[in-house]
């Protein structure tokens, strides 16, 4: 916990219940309390004090993090255990979200699913995807998806991984896919790897006549592995420069017969045709560094309690 936290800490413990802090700072552990002698009213008053800063943790953005790995975001918002026990294949839900055009999108962390929509256990952060971005590269004519990851990326994985950029590339609805994760594309590109292979990347088109996604093209586009980060560079001769493109992003980790996967854009997966899920929340956090927020917070708690120190103490001389 950041100092400011203990300090916060501290404070409550002596506002709620009345009790000091001694031997303390606001950057080492309490070594010991000494219990004062306050009226019941005024007690009363104090825990409304510290009830109404507990009351500013969701804007400040210090309440609990969902892990990045897990479906721990998802149960936050209201997701079900019969929603996240795995019922439905990606075919059988309603369609997927897609991203129009070239720009950045987020994602919260938490909120994987494997494979049927079930909660996942492969717990893996770097499977976890918190943004995407696609830009228009006329330097290096290419076109540059920029994938970041909820944490490191194993130099070598324990088991199969992978990142898939599914696009529409022509806006022409007849030669996409009807249904599934790769629902509205025409192109799948990817990089994966496995614990026996080095990364790769792979490429398939989806052919509308027989209804089926071919293997029998190749692509010559590069990728970068950062620290938490996958680059993925698609040239102009096989996707237009000029081209609107209709696109999601798909990571993918394995641990044995159990996957974890995170779509962006989109929460978790949708909902079985025909239902409902929980959406996330209008965002509301103000956007502060972690220590900024916590000096907020006891700058808060610190001036109601004030107002209420002085409130008292006239009425005391009253």
């Not at 000494?34 to 005024?42: D, E, L, S, V, W």
């Not at 956007?287 to 004030?306: E, F, G, H, N, R």
Request: hydrophobic share 40%; proline share 7%.
């Amino acid at each position: 916990m950041y100092p400011f936290g203990r300090a916060v800490a501290q404070l409550v413990a002596r506002l709620v219940w009345d009790q000091e802090a001694v031997g303390s700072s606001p950057a080492g552990p309490t070594r010991g309390i000494r219990r004062t002698n306050i009226p019941m009213t005024n007690r009363f008053h104090r825990a409304a004090i510290v009830a109404t800063a507990v009351s500013f943790l969701p804007i400040l953005g210090l309440a609990a993090t969902p892990m990045a790995g897990t479906s721990d975001y998802l149960r936050s918002i209201g997701y079900t255990d019969v929603q996240l026990s795995g019922n439905a294949t990606t075919e059988q839900r309603e369609a997927f979200s897609a991203v129009q055009g070239a720009g950045s999108v987020s994602d919260p962390l938490g909120d994987e699913v494997d494979r049927k929509g079930g909660a996942t256990t492969v717990n893996a952060a770097y499977g976890d995807i918190s943004g995407a971005t696609l830009t228009r590269n006329d330097t290096t004519q290419t076109w540059d998806v920029v994938v970041t990851l909820g944490g490191p990326i194993p130099e070598k994985p324990t088991d199969k991984t992978e990142l898939f950029i599914l696009m529409d590339t022509n806006g022409d609805l007849s030669d996409n896919a009807k249904d599934g994760i790769r629902v509205g594309v025409d192109m799948e590109f990817s990089v994966q790897c496995t614990k026996d292979h080095p990364w790769y990347t792979d490429y398939r088109w989806f052919n509308k006549g027989p209804q089926f996604w071919a293997v029998n093209k190749e692509t010559k586009s590069t990728f970068e592995i950062g620290t938490d980060t996958i680059a993925y560079h698609i040239p102009f001769a096989e996707v237009s420069g000029d081209a609107t493109l209709t696109w999601r992003v798909v990571m993918a980790a394995a641990k044995g017969s159990d996957s974890e996967i995170d779509v962006v854009p989109g929460v978790g997966f949708p909902p079985p045709k025909g239902e409902i899920y929980p959406v996330p929340p209008t965002k509301s956090s103000i956007d502060l560094p972690p220590a900024a927020k916590w000096v907020a917070l006891t700058a808060i708690v610190a001036a109601l309690s004030m107002f209420v120190h002085r409130k008292f103490a006239k009425k005391r001389k009253k």
